[in-house]
């Protein structure tokens, strides 16, 4: 227990395989006979489609079918629908216009799937693709944003008026008025946060395949919990029972709230498997990842906080444009709507908040989650706001969050969206995170850096996450006849160590060695049930769900045990993997059942259920960076966090994933834009020599730990993990950022010659 329990470091167990090549990825997967899928997308941001003509491109060597819209419908394909809903402001509806899987009228996005050609090989079927003659009339596009709701901007969609697809509000704006009414100081800004692209390191491949005598779908695909995609295909997609669509997962390179999705393309290898009676392949280049990939962020904010003379918070105004893209994919409307506004306030107590977010139509990809799914957006206001207020008082960064801070004797505490942050020491995680990065010890770093010519600037990031999501989770422990604990759970791991983590909880429950635990995931005929991964859930309900049904396993076998011993179950006791009669040295311990013929008894299912949707892992960031004056590049130089993730499974694994989030939240800060031409709503970023992916070079050291605080509504006392760096590495290096220009902002991302400029202009003001 002492090296491969609950909260011990242990390296992940699944890493040998990966690293030595042994990984088992879908593009790695080869179906005897199958054929090659490419699709042919617009190559216009909004155009009606004037005429389709496929006669040569079907006439090409090596083609099998080229299919469009015409016999999607003919085949009675379903649409692709939004799976939320969120409820407009005044009681209007969600604008929710129809996907199909094709396009026959009109194309919205560079992108837009406009038809498909499977060969014999992928080169004859993208020689055929390009014979294929589309006559557009291009139309004007709307790219921007911050203008998609304005008057005379072009309409994408005839029931959505100036673009909107919901105009959401929490509902406190006369409370937020009042609060106005009275303030004394008022800290305003309007910011930017950039669209981003996920860029998992494994693009989207997929393999459908159809069985004729079975009437049943297979398809391969990476995905971050096969249940979901199994249901949306099967419901929406071919209307038939579920049991007739088997979704299979193997290795997964990344996910990062991308990969849970009902994808266009998932079912177009389906739908010609189907239609050909042969496996049918289509992998993803990178160019249509940028493309077609869902994107993230892309909000354009305006926002406002109130304070009273003591520089305590009296309420805030936030009013945002958020981009949904040309469709609404699973869930987009509700990421920066329902998602971001269930922490309102983050970690501060002010309860005369009024948000108000307008989801707008624009020519682009569909944004939908991606690490955090609107949290960090919603923490990155509420940080900047804070820095610019706290000059007005005198107050150095730090003492007005102090000022703000929930405390401790007001937990549980009741957000002003109605959510009940159950456990907390924010004053004390910031002060830990404080001393972590030596903030007093500062000054003699800025001289020594001003001696080298280079500005240098210190910021910090507070953020509250709502991890969790959808309050259930299945699992399954089985014992096999040759020793090994077969654990299925409806969560998945593309990345995250479950193999690790949840053997590290049944070595921990059951008493059996950490290496005999086998973790069996991405087969939906295996794992008939669950969530999936997203919104780091993982821990606190897949891990529950373990530790509850291996309970369910050990009650079990006490009773197998009490008639192999000659005993009554209630004098069995059980500790470390052994049965025992109490008082006695008489005992039995698995292997003992095992050997018995029980293996197939010692086998149980359990789906856990909670009452709550989220708890609220928390953290605080502190930055530093490096401004070269002369060139404008920016180098983080220093960085140090404190989390509170709860009780962590295993140490290790949450350090990992904060140093992820840690860098996900740098390229936004620093490196990553997606970007669209305003004129001609062409994809500018479509390549990794346009669009700048953080690398190992740009990360710090990085100094983390942990402020372990449990969570009071779990059985582990778990929290999230996987998202926190995300939520605070943006505002933290846009904090230093600042501080290091002597600017009150800069929008992300903060390229060098964005970062010149901002010192030119305030060199020319000067």
């Known amino acids: ?28 997967l080869n179906r005897e006979g199958q054929a090659h899928l490419v699709v042919l997308r617009s190559p216009h941001a909004h155009a009606r489609i004037l005429s389709l003509d496929v006669t040569e491109a079907r006439a090409a060597p090596g083609v099998l079918a080229v299919l469009t819209a015409d ?18 402001k005044g009681g209007t509806k969600l604008a929710a216009p129809p996907r199909a899987i094709l396009q026959k009228d009109t194309v919205r996005f560079v992108g837009d799937p406009v038809a498909l050609v499977v060969a014999e090989t992928r080169a004859q079927a993208q020689d055929a693709a390009e014979l294929i003659l589309v006559d557009y009339d291009i139309l004007p596009s709307i790219t921007d944003t911050g203008a998609a709701d304005a008057e005379g901007a072009p309409q994408i969609w005839p029931e959505a008026p100036r673009n909107t697809c919901v105009l959401w509000s929490n509902g406190r704006e006369a409370l937020a008025d009042e609060a106005f009414a009275k303030a004394a100081k008022v800290s305003r800004i309007r910011l930017v946060q950039n669209r981003l692209v996920g860029n998992p390191m494994e693009p989207r491949v997929a393999v459908g395949e159809y069985d004729a005598g079975t009437g049943r779908f297979t398809l391969t695909s990476p995905t971050q919990g096969v249940v979901r995609v199994r249901e949306a295909l099967a419901q929406y997609v071919f209307g038939v029972d579920k049991a007739q669509v088997r979704v299979i997962s ?75 893209g040309a469709y609404l994919l699973d869930f987009g409307p509700r990421v920066p709507t329902v998602a971001g506004g269930r922490i309102l306030g983050t970690v501060y107590d002010m309860q005369a908040v009024d948000v108000q977010v307008r989801c707008v139509f624009t020519n682009t990809a569909p944004t939908d989650a991606y690490r955090g799914a609107g949290r960090p957006e919603t923490a990155y206001v509420i940080e900047r706001l804070l820095d610019l207020a706290a000059p007005d008082f005198g107050l150095s960064r730090e003492a007005i969050r102090a000022r703000n801070f929930i405390r401790p004797d007001q937990i549980p505490y009741t957000n002003c969206v109605g959510n009940v942050i159950d456990s907390g020491h924010f004053e004390e995680t910031q002060g830990l995170a404080l001393k972590l990065a030596d903030w007093d010890g500062f000054a003699a770093r800025r001289a020594e850096s001003a001696a080298r010519g280079k500005l240098r600037g210190r910021g910090l990031g507070y953020f ?47 008493g059996v060695p950490f290496d005999k635990v086998r973790l069996v995931q991405g087969d939906s005929d295996v794992v008939p049930n669950g969530g999936g991964t997203g919104g780091s859930r993982s821990s606190q309900m897949g891990g529950v769900a373990t530790v509850r049904t291996a ?40 292997d003992e059942l095992i050997a018995a013929g029980e293996a197939p008894n010692l086998d149980e299912q359990h789906v856990y259920k909670r009452d709550t949707e989220c708890n609220f892992p928390n953290g605080c960031h502190v930055a530093e960076v490096e401004v070269d004056p002369d060139t ?68 710090p050291a990085f100094n983390v730990d942990l402020n372990v605080v449990p969570c009071p509504s779990n059985d582990l006392g778990v929290k999230g993990a996987g998202e926190g760096g995300a939520c605070g590495a943006p505002p933290a290096i846009v904090s230093a ?8 902002h800069i929008d992300m991302p903060a390229t060098p010659e964005k970062v010149w400029r901002a010192l030119e202009s305030r060199t020319a003001a000067a």
């Open 1 to 28: 227990m002492e090296k491969f329990g609950m909260g011990q470091p242990v390296r992940r167990k699944e890493d040998t395989r990966l690293l030595t090549g042994r990984g088992h990825y879908t593009d790695d």
């Open 71 to 88: 016999e999607a419908a003919a085949d009675g394909l379903g649409l692709f629908p939004v799976m939320v809903d969120v409820p407009g």
């Open 250 to 324: 193997p290795d997964v390179g990344g996910g990062f709230g991308l990969r849970g999705k009902l994808f266009p393309e998932s079912a177009m290898v389906l739908w010609a498997a189907k239609r050909l009676g042969r496996p049918i392949k289509w992998r993803a280049d990178r160019t249509e990842t940028f493309l077609c990939d869902p994107h993230g962020r892309d909000h354009v904010t305006e926002a406002e906080m109130a304070f009273d003379a003591n520089a305590r918070i009296l309420g805030m105004r936030v009013r945002t444009n958020a981009a949904v």
């Open 464 to 510: 509250v996450e709502a991890s969790g999501g959808q309050p259930f989770e299945w699992a399954r422990v089985a014992f096999q006849p040759d020793g090994m604990v077969n654990l299925s759970v409806g969560t998945f791991s593309h990345g995250q160590g479950h193999e690790t983590a949840f053997a590290q909880l049944l070595h921990d429950k059951l």
């Open 551 to 590: 309970e369910l396993v050990i009650q079990k076998a006490r009773r197998i045990a009490a008639t192999l011993l000659e005993a009554g179950v209630d004098d069995i006791e059980f500790e470390a993997g052994r049965f025992r009669v109490a008082g006695t040295d008489i005992s039995a311990g698995w």
């Open 632 to 699: 404008g590049l920016v180098e983080v130089v220093r960085y140090a966090a404190v989390d509170d993730v709860g009780v962590p499974i295993n140490p290790l694994l949450v350090h990992g994933q904060c140093h992820g989030g840690i860098m996900a939240g740098l390229g936004q800060a620093l490196l990553e834009h997606a970007r669209y031409d305003d004129e001609t709503g062409q994809f500018l970023t479509a390549t990794f020599q346009d669009y700048c992916m953080p690398r190992a070079s740009d990360a």
């Open 737 to 744: 950022l600042c501080d290091a220009l002597g600017v009150a």
